[in-house]
T-cell receptor, first 108, second 114 residues
Framework: GQQVMQIPQYQHVQEGEDFTTYCNSSTTLSNIQWYKQRPGGHPVFLIQLVKSGEVKKQKRLTFQFGEAKKNSSLHITATQTTDVGTYFCTSGTYKYIFGTGTRLKVLA | EAQVTQNPRYLITVTGKKLTVTCSQNMNHEYMSWYRQDPGLGLRQIYYSMNVEVTDKGDVPEGYKVSRKEKRNFPLILESPSPNQTSLYFC?????????????FGPGTRLTVT
């Protein structure tokens, strides 16, 4: 079945450093959504990408969808302690496959 | 306030004792889904519902049942819970199924089966 691999599993960064998490699929994805889950919380929608090569920005966050629609990345510039949490990618329209998540810790 | 609610938030039970986790949304969403979250495995879809009386299996449906008799409610039923169903469960809803819609997640239910 379809799988979405997400790397890295964990990332510790110093506050102010950049952070990137990647999602990769062996099959073409119709879309990619990104969610953030704070420690002890529930996933919260960040953004959706649907077009090949699409790039979207939200303040310090940059999201990309690969040209072949098989991979995606989330890049955070100059991390802050408020960025702490686990970031998930997912794809689907009614059946959803989630990546395993990247847990980000930001050291002040 | 638009929200997805789940009850109970925490539950400790014993093997074989039937239980139901309720999920309700107040956004008139057509699509609802259940996920379980386990360390290292991320979120895995259990069941989903496209609309009232329309449900289907996700990736890990074994040992679970669902029903969708009303648009706002989507309960998850464990007829005979086992320890391997110890997990964190999330209910989610979206406007409708389809690639354009974000999912709104409930606060989660932490279930322990002994």
């Amino acid at each position: 079945g379809q799988q979405v691999m997400q790397i890295p599993q964990y990332q510790h960064v110093q506050e102010g450093e950049d952070f990137t998490t990647y999602c990769n699929s062996s099959t073409t994805l119709s879309n990619i959504q990104w969610y953030k889950q704070r420690p002890g919380g529930h996933p919260v929608f960040l953004i959706q990408l649907v077009k090949s090569g699409e790039v979207k920005k939200q303040k310090r966050l940059t999201f990309q969808f690969g040209e072949a629609k098989k991979n995606s990345s989330l890049h955070i510039t100059a991390t802050q302690t408020t960025d702490v949490g686990t970031y998930f990618c997912t794809s689907g329209t009614y059946k959803y496959i989630f990546g395993t998540g990247t847990r980000l810790k930001v050291l002040a | 306030e638009a929200q997805v609610t789940q009850n109970p938030r925490y539950l400790i039970t014993v093997t074989g004792k039937k239980l139901t986790v309720t999920c309700s949304q107040n956004m008139n969403h057509e699509y609802m889904s259940w996920y379980r979250q386990d360390p290292g495995l991320g979120l895995r879809q259990i069941y989903y519902s496209m609309n009232v009386e329309v449900t289907d299996k996700g990736d890990v449906p074994e040992g679970y049942k669902v029903s969708r008799k009303e648009k706002r409610n989507f309960p998850l039923i464990l007829e005979s819970p086992s320890p391997n169903q110890t997990s964190l469960y999330f209910c989610a809803s979206s406007f409708r199924a389809g690639r354009a819609y974000e999912q709104y997640f409930g606060p989660g239910t932490r279930l322990t089966v002994t």
